[in-house]
């Protein structure tokens, strides 16, 4: 797409919002960039832009009389798309678009995209590692933390980009087209944004909807809502399971990961492997799909797998002080990934949880905790609601705490050796912090310290 000599509104001063304008100053366009909190120091702002680099200011609401000025709309993924401002753009014919679509529509090369409610982050990071063990030119951007549009520049027609793509930069795609996608697994999660689940799914599905026969889309075959939503799915479908034999997919079968295609090839045995849990074990499986189906050899594959850690703040193990491991699982931000980090644990553990209440119910994380939890401890929005929910639940064994300094310290006191501690808050950070690293690194600093 062409944005020489186009008027195009950026929408958020974040991370994102910066690398778009960039971008598209770079592409001859005209960027006002806006940013709904009046607050905010336009200084601060000019500092995140070499002086080189042109736009216009809005912070508070968006003027009618610039609507009319506007080409396009690009939009960071924390706006959402039905505030009244983004509605009367759309009602205006302006197009509305994210930062995603904006890096697809200006980049080069082939694009393999991850998206899931848990699990993306680690996929995405050990499906990077496969490309650049056999890729020159390679790209990890999206949710995992880099912007798309801050590497576009640096594309090529060979390039391999592996996206990270959550459902908040799903519902302003338009023409993204993957070559490979994979949606991991859909479970409650953003319901104060999205609403319903048939919602949520509909939006994950949005990573495909462009795709061809000529595309592949790798879905989890024990997840019943994509199992729902494989028949609408454009691309060619390639199964993974942790549970099943696959005729034709990748599959868990006793201990060892088994690619059954055009033949059988035993990929690996599950004990080689860094990684703790089932769910790590399915996070693998889809790398492997994803990789195999972007012409890595089997070779390449089995070297990288084998030696690749759990990224930071995903069952992060921080350190051991008196018998007792320290886990930091921060990016455990809805239920079912807490529940995927208890079912990892091994010892007897004390649980760090709550947070930002999105709309979540806690019953089936409760439930997962068998004889490993021993113990609860609580803090933020959801404290109470938890404590609840676990009291419904005949789980008594619950401390509640105003910080996060003073979580660890409980914790401490509760674990005996031989336990573990883990921060896996089944809650966004918000409120609290200003995402879930920040939460996390606080978590390990404090336990460096004691």
């Known amino acids: 797409m062409n944005f020489t000599g186009k008027t195009v509104l950026v929408v958020g001063t974040g991370i994102s919002g910066v690398a778009a304008v960039k971008l598209l100053v770079s592409q001859s366009a005209s960027v006002i960039l806006m940013d709904g909190n009046a607050s905010l120091d336009p200084a601060a702002i000019a500092e995140k832009f070499p002086p080189e680099v042109p736009y216009d200011l809005i912070l508070g609401d968006l003027?009618?009389?610039?609507?009319?000025?506007?080409?396009?709309?690009?939009?960071?993924?924390?706006?959402?798309?039905?505030?009244?401002?983004?509605?009367k753009l759309q009602e205006s014919g302006i197009p509305v678009i994210g930062e995603i679509e904006l890096a697809y529509l200006c980049g080069q090369g082939h694009v393999l995209a991850i998206?899931?409610?848990?699990?993306?982050?680690?996929?995405?990071?050990?499906?990077?590692?496969?490309m650049k063990a056999y890729y020159d030119s390679v790209f990890v951007v999206g949710n995992i933390g880099m912007p798309y549009t801050e590497y576009v520049s640096a594309m090529q027609p060979d390039t391999y980009t592996v996206a990270e793509v959550s459902s908040f930069q799903l519902e302003t795609v338009q023409r993204f087209c993957p070559?490979?996608?994979?949606?991991?697994?859909?479970?409650?999660?953003?319901?104060?944004?999205?609403?319903?689940?048939?919602?949520?799914?509909?939006?994950?599905?949005?990573?495909?909807?462009n795709q061809t026969k000529q595309e592949i889309c790798v879905l989890n075959y024990e997840d019943p809502w994509l199992q729902k939503l494989a028949g609408e799915i454009p691309a060619e479908i390639f199964w993974f399971s942790s549970a099943r034999e696959l005729d034709h997919g990748i599959?868990?079968?006793?201990?060892?990961?088994?690619?059954?295609?055009?033949?059988?090839?035993?990929?690996c045995q599950t004990d080689e492997l860094l990684l703790l849990g089932v769910h790590n074990h399915e996070n693998i499986m889809a790398a492997v799909a994803i990789s195999m189906k972007a012409g890595v050899p089997v070779e390449v594959i089995r070297q990288v797998i084998r030696n690749f850690k759990a990224v930071e703040h995903r069952i992060e193990f921080v350190r051991e002080v008196d018998g007792v491991k320290y886990y930091n699982d921060s990016k455990g931000t809805n239920p079912d990934a807490a529940i995927k980090a208890v079912e990892a644990m091994v010892s007897p553990t004390i649980v760090i949880g709550g947070g930002y209440d999105k709309d979540s119910t806690y019953e089936e994380w409760i439930d997962s905790f068998g004889d490993?939890?021993?113990?609860?401890v609580l803090l933020g929005q959801t404290k109470d609601k938890i404590a609840k929910t676990a009291e419904e639940a005949g789980f008594t064994a619950v401390t509640k705490v105003e910080t996060l300094e003073e979580a660890v310290e409980e914790a401490a006191k509760q674990a005996k050796p031989g336990y573990a501690v883990l921060l896996s808050?089944?809650?966004?950070?918000?409120?609290?912090?200003?995402?879930?690293?920040?939460?996390?690194?606080?978590?390990?600093?404090?336990?460096?310290?004691?």
């Open 115 to 130: 998206t899931g409610t848990n699990g993306k982050t680690t996929t995405t990071a050990l499906t990077g590692e496969i």
């Open 179 to 209: 070559q490979v996608s994979a949606i991991l697994n859909i479970t409650p999660d953003h319901l104060n944004r999205h609403h319903t689940m048939e919602c949520y799914a509909q939006t994950k599905a949005r990573i495909a909807m």
């Open 63 to 87: 003027p009618e009389k610039t609507i009319c000025r506007i080409d396009i709309a690009v939009l960071s993924p924390g706006v959402p798309t039905d505030l009244p401002f983004v509605v």
């Open 425 to 450: 808050p089944a809650c966004a950070s918000w409120g609290m912090f200003r995402n879930y690293e920040e939460r996390g690194n606080l978590f390990k600093k404090i336990v460096h310290e004691m």
């Open 372 to 376: 490993i939890v021993r113990g609860l």
């Open 251 to 267: 599959f868990l079968r006793g201990h060892e990961i088994v690619y059954r295609d055009t033949e059988e090839i035993i990929i």
